[in-house]
């Protein structure tokens, strides 16, 4: 198992602890484990609050959301904390690059944590740990949170204010049109997430839990009250995603790396096919025809050997089959 923290890494700009606000804690913890596999654990030191596990590690925990926020309407939703070393000049900083403090440093057994507002209006929160941070630097495992997407009102304003805070390296961008760039970001040489202006939703931070299987796991969901916003979809490099809401309405996201087994990715690469393939080629040589036009590949019947001009006729009807199972609507983001 990979060490869980490294102590001589600055944690500035780490996601490293994804916490539930929910108005039914114990419900939660009836979904979101058959969903992600996650185990739960009551903290020692309170044990009505509960974290979520990975391999008995804590990677977060649930809440219920406090009466006054609720009298204010507060709505349950998932909080992204991001670690520093120094919360106070992190907030500080913050504010300067127009940030709303919305919950002051509140100290905890095991560190300090504050909650803000970004300019844009998404809430996010920081915490400077006592001793080792949670989580770990590099690329996240089964079970633990793989990609954080932020949904805001204008996405080159809100990557001038990340980049500026947590020092975050651009590592690749998309051209959305109209909804302009998905920008993604990085650490440390690890891709993390990425950024686009999206109009239908509220600012809001969107994280995605790395699953073994997205189908599985959207079957549970369903099962227990949740439903599917939308996917599951194929993105660049192999990976599925899929957007959930929970039996509260809470949206999370799922992300499972198929490294090209996805149906409809690459699913045409068989021995069957190249084995028809062979044949034909042997057909055409035995008859000496010497029109390379006439592709053998996916259907090399005994049919050609006496009428080889027959053979462009089957040639389309199979061509087509193989080119519209591979098509599949391009992705704006990576996974």
Same mark, same amino acid.
């Given at each position: 198992?990979?060490?869980?923290?490294?102590?001589?890494?600055?944690?500035?700009?780490?996601?490293?602890?994804?916490?539930?606000?929910?108005?039914?804690?114990?419900?939660?913890?009836?979904?979101?484990?058959?969903?992600?596999?996650?185990?739960?654990?009551?903290?020692?030191?309170?044990?009505?609050?509960?974290?979520?596990?990975?391999?008995?590690?804590?990677?977060?925990?649930?809440?219920?959301?406090?009466?006054?926020?609720?009298?204010?309407?507060?709505?349950?939703?998932?909080?992204?904390?991001?670690?520093?070393?120094?919360?106070?000049?992190?907030?500080?900083?913050?504010?300067?690059?127009?940030?709303?403090?919305?919950?002051?440093?509140?100290?905890?057994?095991?560190?300090?944590?504050?909650?803000?507002?970004?300019?844009?209006?998404?809430?996010?929160?920081?915490?400077?740990?006592?001793?080792?941070?949670?989580?770990?630097?590099?690329?996240?495992?089964?079970?633990?949170?793989?990609?954080?997407?932020?949904?805001?009102?204008?996405?080159?304003?809100?990557?001038?204010?990340?980049?500026?805070?947590?020092?975050?390296?651009?590592?690749?961008?998309?051209?959305?049109?109209?909804?302009?760039?998905?920008?993604?970001?990085?650490?440390?040489?690890?891709?993390?997430?990425?950024?686009?202006?999206?109009?239908?939703?509220?600012?809001?931070?969107?994280?995605?839990?790395?699953?073994?299987?997205?189908?599985?796991?959207?079957?549970?969901?369903?099962?227990?009250?949740?439903?599917?916003?939308?996917?599951?979809?194929?993105?660049?490099?192999?990976?599925?995603?899929?957007?959930?809401?929970?039996?509260?309405?809470?949206?999370?996201?799922?992300?499972?790396?198929?490294?090209?087994?996805?149906?409809?990715?690459?699913?045409?690469?068989?021995?069957?096919?190249?084995?028809?393939?062979? %044949? !034909?080629?042997?057909?055409? /040589?035995? &008859?000496? =025809?010497? *029109?390379? #036009?006439? @592709?053998? +590949?996916? $259907?090399? %019947? !005994?049919?050609?050997?006496? /009428?080889? &001009?027959? =053979?462009? *006729?089957? #040639?389309? @009807?199979? +061509?087509? $089959?193989? %080119?519209?199972?591979?098509?599949?609507?391009?992705?704006?983001?990576?996974?």
């Amino acid at each position: 198992m990979r060490n869980r923290s490294v102590s001589h890494v600055n944690p500035l700009g780490r996601f490293v602890w994804h916490e539930l606000m929910t108005t039914d804690p114990d419900a939660a913890i009836e979904f979101y484990p058959a969903v992600t596999g996650w185990g739960v654990l009551p903290y020692d030191l309170d044990p009505s609050y509960r974290m979520w596990t990975v391999n008995g590690i804590p990677l977060g925990g649930v809440l219920p959301i406090p009466e006054e926020a609720k009298a204010m309407g507060a709505v349950p939703y998932w909080l992204p904390y991001v670690g520093t070393s120094d919360l106070a000049a992190t907030i500080a900083h913050a504010v300067r690059l127009g940030a709303t403090l919305y919950v002051p440093p509140t100290a905890i057994p095991v560190g300090t944590f504050s909650v803000l507002r970004d300019p844009q209006g998404a809430t996010f929160a920081l915490f400077q740990a006592t001793d080792a941070m949670p989580g770990h630097e590099g690329v996240a495992e089964e079970g633990e949170f793989s990609w954080h997407e932020l949904r805001t009102t204008d996405g080159a304003a809100a990557w001038k204010f990340y980049k500026e805070l947590f020092g975050w390296k651009e590592t690749g961008a998309m051209d959305m049109g109209p909804d302009g760039v998905y920008q993604m970001f990085g650490r440390n040489g690890v891709e993390m997430g990425g950024m686009y202006r999206n109009d239908a939703v509220a600012p809001s931070w969107l994280s995605y839990v790395r699953v073994p299987g997205t189908d599985a796991a959207i079957k549970h969901a369903k099962r227990l009250g949740g439903d599917v916003a939308s996917g599951p979809m194929a993105v660049p490099g192999g990976n599925y995603i899929a957007e959930l809401r929970d039996a509260h309405g809470v949206a999370f996201a799922l992300h499972e790396e198929r490294e090209k087994t996805a149906p409809g990715v690459e699913p045409k690469v068989k021995a069957k096919p190249k084995a028809k393939a062979k %044949k !034909a080629v042997k057909a055409v /040589k035995a &008859k000496q =025809k010497s *029109k390379p #036009k006439a @592709k053998p +590949k996916p $259907k090399a %019947k !005994a049919k050609p050997k006496t /009428k080889p &001009k027959t =053979k462009p *006729k089957t #040639k389309p @009807k199979t +061509k087509p $089959k193989t %080119k519209s199972k591979s098509r599949k609507p391009k992705q704006r983001r990576r996974r």
